[in-house]
């Protein structure tokens, strides 16, 4: 029987790079995937065939609509769906092979195979009827769809994001169940592309959780854009009937589209692990309980990313990944759950770091908050990204960075030195005063930390 020191189920972000870092740190590590490309969602069906399709639809809007600006005439513009796919599937297939390649490199043991744990320290590989033995089970699991009742996804008209990833043409109207990151991004590639798309949102604004300000502020510009949205839409149900779909809404007309798309959040992946046999906790929302040191309630059984608490993020599952092999090997290991940015990659992006105005307004922390818009910024203005702003809040006291919340072009980039400036206890003022290169868009981060003590220079 293989014996290993750690096994990891698993082989998405959280998974893999757990088994790169504990293999570096000398462990000898296998790890059990059930798909046969390696990635995992993030991978896969997640954020890599996402980004490649906002790109490419990015592209096709941008000839159709912005070009003649520069000067620039497109004459017979084209969609080439088919070409677009082949594309994205060509740059998930690279990340994939990426993932195979760093795991052998460091001499992490791949299974292929659904795993099942019989035992603490034992695994067995359902569809090989491999049984390995390890001293550290990993659950890295990642999550699922969340279903939505009375919405049977078919895969075809009523479908997830992974088929609204590779639909093999432009739908004519694409309704969007949920306006979060999944809804907003994959509406707004539809969009570009063609489709009239209508955004269904139970709460009363978009993007829970994010900055109220900042979310209002992409409300707009995405209503600017062409999307559709219904807030404070509960939906009751949807049918099909050819390639029709009808939805109901409570209270509001049936909206009827060719394609809906549902997108209401994940739910952790723990089926068939065999967790209820062994006894490991799981909380009221399904995800494995674990403490700081991603322990579960069964000795040598641990779990990290989308299946336990916090947001689901492939960089905090990540980092969960790094410092659980640091906590196996030398008792030391640490996230920084207050530094973990959250990025939605539509047009303009919307980026986040820290606490948002809300969360210190209800903790009633002194704050003072400085702004500054692109629209004041040469460089947007020469790349006619002018949408948008920066918006630190800062304590009223010390002046220490609480939260950065970034709407604009580039704002997944710009997000990095906030995080950075939260990870190492910043003030506004510590930026404020660091050298930012001109023409960038960076210097509107800076412009908003001097913001914070009234002291623009350039508003
Ligand atoms: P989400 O939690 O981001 O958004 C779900 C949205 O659906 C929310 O606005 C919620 O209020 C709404 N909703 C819930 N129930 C509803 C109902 N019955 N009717 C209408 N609206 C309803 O979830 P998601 O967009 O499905 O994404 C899933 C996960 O994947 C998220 O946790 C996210 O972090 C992750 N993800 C991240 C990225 C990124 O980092 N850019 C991209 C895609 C997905």
């Not at 000398?26 to 993030?42: K, M, N, P, W």
């Not at 404070?232 to 099909?240: D, E, L, M, V, Y």
């Not at 674990?290 to 608490?309: H, K, L, M, N, Q």
């Amino acid at each position: 029987m293989p014996r290993h020191d750690v096994v990891i189920i698993g082989a998405g972000p959280g998974g893999y790079v757990a088994a790169i870092r504990a293999a570096q740190l000398g462990f000898d590590v296998a790890c059990i995937e059930r798909e046969e490309a390696l990635g995992g969602t993030c991978v896969r069906v997640g954020c890599i065939p996402s980004k490649a399709l906002l790109v490419s639809s990015e592209r096709f809007r941008e000839a159709r609509e912005d070009l003649g600006e520069h000067g620039i005439g497109v004459g017979g513009l084209e969609l080439d769906l088919g070409a677009m796919m082949v594309r994205k599937d060509r740059v998930v297939k690279a990340n994939s092979d990426g993932v195979t390649f760093l795991l052998k490199k460091n001499g992490v043991t791949c299974y292929q195979g659904s795993a099942e744990i019989v035992a603490p320290g034992r695994v067995v590989i359902r569809d090989s009827e491999t049984t390995v033995e390890a001293e550290h089970t990993v659950i890295a699991t990642g999550s699922r769809v969340a279903p939505l009742s009375g919405i049977e996804p078919d895969g075809d008209r009523i479908v997830t994001s992974s088929e609204a990833l590779a639909f093999s043409e432009v739908p004519e109207h694409l309704a969007v169940i949920g306006a979060g990151y999944i809804g907003l991004e994959l509406g707004l590639v539809w969009h570009r592309l063609g489709a009239r798309v209508t955004v269904l949102e139970y709460l009363e604004r978009i993007l829970p959780g994010m900055d109220a300000e900042i979310a209002g502020e992409a409300l707009k510009a995405f209503r600017k854009q062409g999307l559709e949205f219904h807030l404070g839409a509960r939906i009751t149900g949807a049918s099909t009937s050819g390639n029709r779909v009808s939805v109901e809404v409570e209270g509001a007309d049936k909206i009827t589209c060719d394609r809906l798309l549902l997108a209401v959040g994940r739910l952790p992946n723990t089926d068939g692990l065999g967790l209820g046999r062994l006894g490991v906790a799981v909380g009221e929302r399904g995800q494995i309980e674990v403490d700081e040191r991603f322990r579960t309630s069964v000795p040598g059984i641990y779990a990290i990313g989308d299946v336990v608490r916090g947001p689901m993020l492939a960089h905090k599952a990540e980092e969960e990944g790094v410092a659980l092999a640091e906590w196996l090997k030398t008792g030391v290991g640490r996230v920084n759950y207050a530094a973990i940015p959250g990025i939605v990659y539509t047009e303009p992006e919307i980026a986040a770091v820290g606490q948002t105005e809300e969360q210190l307004k209800e903790e009633g922390v002194p704050y003072r908050k400085g702004s500054f818009p692109f629209s004041a910024n040469g460089r947007a203005r020469t790349e006619g990204v002018v949408e948008g702003k920066v918006k630190i809040l800062a304590h009223a006291e010390t002046d220490r960075i609480l939260g950065v919340h970034i709407i604009g072009a580039g704002a997944s980039d710009l997000i990095a030195e906030a995080v950075v400036a939260i990870e190492f206890g910043a003030s506004a003022e510590d930026i404020a005063r660091s050298v930012h290169a001109h023409p960038t868009l960076a210097e509107a981060v800076k412009e908003a930390a001097l913001a914070v003590d009234g002291r623009s220079l350039h508003l």
